[in-house]
């Protein structure tokens, strides 16, 4: 797919980092703090700082933390996360694998369907997702039902902590796939080329030239996939897996211990964790980011296949699809099934579902596109300007943007919509409205929690620029405001509508935050129509409906978005 | 590269043919019936502009392009149809792709590692190959510390490690400075007379090919347009194309004029170049000679039999130290003349008239 | 002081003009009600309130009592309006509610054994529900599993692994639930049955509804919820079904007035328009199936729906103690949790082998082996706390964050869980040797 490059790993020591701060430059800088200061340090602090106090006097503790190592739930959920997390992206590197290999080494007829559906599974709208892969998946689910039919056994899918590995995998190995193909694509020739001309060929090439020389871009989404599984909450609770550390810290903020400091105690942990997997990712590409196209070689050459293999490579591509599509193939039977209830398929299908929500959804849709495009292109706007910051200036502290703003990952999403209640409520407007009452900081905190995805993805097409091009602007009488607007922008644009794709799509779906923001039903998303939907029987094939028209939307804005970037990708190479 | 070691124990060179070999993509004509031989131990140039096909028909040897029609055979085997990684052939790439993920040492054993030498006769093989190219001591190096140069190198070892029973070369110069290109390519051949080893050159600079080769194909179009040694091509150009890419040459249109005895190429207004009857001149030909077969007469000087004179204004000077280069507008031509430069000569001023005198033996008459 | 001045001169503002005229403008309500019941109580109330618009935020009930605790500097919410009494008690404690005497008539007292309306005055039941099992018939016919009819029944080895229950610290309805066994049955009694039942969870689910999609979907058989849940599926056409067990109550659900409201005149308005006969009516709509409040209107009831007015069963049911339940509310939560919903594995774990031991005694009865079977269930049945310990100030406090120094909340918790993952791996032990002499 045209490939939104998300990844992890930050800033590494820069080659060409030269020149020194205009005043334009530090304005921009201190801008882009005091937004990340205001809308994500602060509200996050106002809930976090509670895991440092002390009970009963509020002066500073670290016995909590103490706390912490000492239970021995805490403990358990610590490790289970860890291990899951370690899983699940050995799943999706299991999936994501061949995918990336067939698309971009082989000349194969239907790779960008391929990339484009690969990016579906991160489209998976909140509990309608779940419950379709329960459907299929689960204890009596299609499959199990067909199994126990058929060979008299049942496979535990979706059981305990394997379940939530499961479900991870195919949730979040697009985030694999896309950046392992990103950096395959980006492989000069070349180099296999080489290694085939000395003998090598096949798998062995691959093992030990191809993948080697792709690992920046694997190890950019295996770390994102760590983290996100990390951090995700909705997943574990949705299968009842509550003995991990995002569920804990969300039942605990949420029911009986929103006054206790152990659930954000387990935030901080949670942060501390996240950016500590970003910071080793980052660690251990430091030196071996070798992803762009090198002098002479344009990308790997793509390979005619044989009828066998073509066979081969159509059978594997169609297997993983089927199951990564799985719960979007339920979703949609859900959305037009009368009752679907311990069968393989519906009793019956109908479309009064689709009828029901019809009023409604306009609504939900109207206001899930201007939150997300909003919050999208904030993000872009922002990673932008701290790639920008980060790679052609040598501003101090232009690195501690870097990390700030990637640390939004880690902020669960259920702290960061209490630290807004806590920090906005209390501002009032001129008519006594509160302003976190305003739909306006749903769309912050969206682009706050979407921000390190647009990052990283402006940030891998800045790097990819040469600063030759700028200077060459700046030769000619441009400014370096215009120079940016100009030439490196243009540039970018790739990158730019890469990340905005990825912002604005995996904004469209967000929950947590936004549960906890939304003021009233006229400013509500798809995904809190979703939420309220499916608190009821009768809610299931209306809410599974508009999960359907979720999915539909968001895919055709990515497909779209997909299609600008192929076509910017088509004009002829600078250079060469 | 080093003297200090002895080379490397050789197959016997292989000889190289090339069987109407036609290549499309699409419409797209890229390679038009090539036939080429190329002899055991010769250091052999594929030339040409880029896009010429050169590049080409060295991937096509190598494996990585595939020919709609013809034949490749190294010594008296036929491998169009095999693999790149079953050819025996070595490649140094233009880009040198280098592996950055390795260090000196593994990318030059990687080769025999595939080849599944045995690991005891690995480690001797890459120090022999290092030392070859004079980069002792760099193995554990990474590519990305290495100059232009030294990576150029490696790449070479990495090659011959393998000892191909054919060594290609993609412009294997164009990433280094003016200086470090002479050097290399005086190695070059120094090192490829040493191992004896069949070589082919891709290069679009004739003085590259000129110093280092045994025998050129000069390319254009995706048509082998002549082959032969240095001294051939550019005494003997077969065309215009030729003429032109290799060296300066003066290309002058006219019209034939006369027959038998008196036939003559008169250009417009200028010479008038008598022709010698067994000569044969295509029609629409037109008239090649070298800048510095033609003079510009001292004044009172006059022309000898075998010169053919016309007057002309300078139009352009050049001073390039051995020589200087005038332009002479004569008639409707405009005609290069070399003259040699001696200490104390006095030269002529732009928009002087002097007259020309054009060495007859040494034009051609040449078309496209 | 100022903001005070401000506020109250609103709120006296605002009731001037309520005096005047009828209510209109918009009107706010927090609820966990979902949207099947929400939009035709809506569609009804603005019909019957011409100029007030209901503005409904969905928020489950915890999160709804945390927003309005997290907003009550400036609170723009009229209402709050859910099932569980006891989250209004918890508002009601934090003076989140105001008082209001509905004029509505034809409401009794009591429904059961429990008032319909707070006795202070500051929220009032519109609808009445009742906790038991539901069922898939499909599932219990392909696993051949019999119809439950107690709570006691779900601890039976038959349906090991196949019942499911929402975390009471997550359910307003399930904390209900098993208050109301506590109460039926008493402290020691009621926990023993509560993990007796357990030993035999499926999973705990995080929200209410988690129960009945189960359900309905078929992955678990048997879901331990509130009565509508079940009503409501069977009218969307899911092979499901629901009993009452004895040991159960009827409670009301609830609707109250949120303090410094800013539109008072609508939210009582909506108040009104929940007693009513219309409003009351609205409940038996088939996404919605709750109990109305007013005994005449079961009049116009669809066939076979449960009167609890004239259901003898519902009628004898156990007297519900809300003050009681109020008290020790978060710690029954944590217990559940700490003990079943953190240790399910050994509690499900002692629970099989003591339903194997009981299998093969079944079989060859073995006297010492009883003992240690029964000794296995005591194990399990013991409380890390009594009944006065779970109510005592020093216990409630460590949960409320209270400013008084004291235990922290995560040492009890990890005392608790201790203590339950201990008695569960020695019951399990006893388990194990009983089935090893039966044999």
Known sequence: MGGPHVSLALAAPRARARRTATPGQITLALGIAAFLALFLVWPAATVIYVAFTERGGGAFTLVNFVDFFRTDLFLRSFWNSFYVSAMAVAGASILALPLAYITSRFAFRGTVLIQTLGFLPLIMPPFVGAVAMQLFFGRNGSANLLLDDWFGFKIAFMEGLNGVIFVQSIHYFPFILINLSAALRNIDGAMEEAAQNLGSSGFRLFRRIVFPLAMPGYIAGASLVFVKVFDDLATPLLLNVKDMLAPQAYLRVTSIGIADPMGYVISVVLIVASVAAMALSALATRGIDYSTVQRGGGGLARRRLRPYESALAYLTVALILLLVLAPHVGLLLLSFSTVWSFSPLPDGYTTAHYARIFGDSSLYIKNTLIYASMAGLIDVVLGTAIAYLVLRTRLIGRDALDWAASAALAVPGIVLGIGYLRAFYGVKLWDGTPLAALWIVIVLALAIRRLPYALRACYAALQQISVSLEEAAENLGATKLRTVRRIVTPLMMGGILAGFVTSFATAAVELSATLMLVQSNSDAPLAYGLYVLMQSAAGRGPGAALGVIAVVLVAVCTILSHAVIERGRAMPPAGH | MSNRSTAANHAPAARVRIEQVDLSYGDNHVLKSINLEIRPGEFFAFLGPSGCGKTTLLRLIAGFNHADSGRV??????????????????MVFQSYALWPHMTVARNVA??????????????????????????????????????????????????????????????????????????????????QQRLGLTTIFVTHDQEEANTVCDRIAVMNHGVIQQVGTPKDLYEQPANLFVANFLGTANIIEGRLAGDGASRAFEVAGGPKIPIAADRNVAPGARMVFRPQDCTILAAGEFSAPDRTAAAGTVTYREFLGASVRYGVRTGSAEIAVDCPFHAGDTLHEVGTAVTIAIATSAVRFLSD | MHRLLMLSLCAALVSTVALAQAPTGKVTVITSFAKDVTDPVKKAFEAAAPGVTLEVQNRNTNAGVKYLEETKANNQVDLFWASAPDAFEVLKGKGLLQKYAPKASGIPEKIGQFPINDPAGFYFGFAASGYGIMWNERYAKANKLPDPKEWQDLAKPVYYDHVSIAAPSRSGTTHLTIEAVLQGEGWAKGWGTVKAMAGNFRNITERSFGVPEAVNSGQVGYGIVIDFFAFSAQASGFPVKFIYPTVTTIVPANVGIVANAPNKAAAEAFVEFLLSPAGQQVLFEPGIRRLPVNPDIYAKAPADYPNPFKDPRLNSMIKFDVAKSEARNDVVDVLFDQLISFQLEPLKAATKAIHEADAALAKKDNAQARALVAQARELIAAMPVDEATASAKETTAAFTGGKQKGARQAELEQQWAAFAKQHYAQAQAKAEEALKLAK
């Open chain 2, 73 to 90: 055979l190294v010594g008296e085997k036929d491998i169009s149809g095999l693999p790149p990684w079953k050819r025996d052939i070595g």
């Open chain 2, 110 to 191: 990687f080769g025999l590692e595939e080849k599944r030498v045995p690991r005891a006769e690995i480690g001797p093989r890459v120090a022999a190959a290092l030392d070859l190219v004079g980069l002792t001591g760099l193995d554990q190096r990474r590519p990305a510390q290495l100059s232009g140069g030294q990576q150029q190198r490696v790449a070479l070892a990495r090659t011959i490690a393998v000892e191909p029973k054919l060594l290609l070369l993609d412009e294997p110069l164009s990433n280094l400075d003016a200086k470090l290109r002479v050097q290399v390519r005086r190695e070059l051949r120094e090192l």
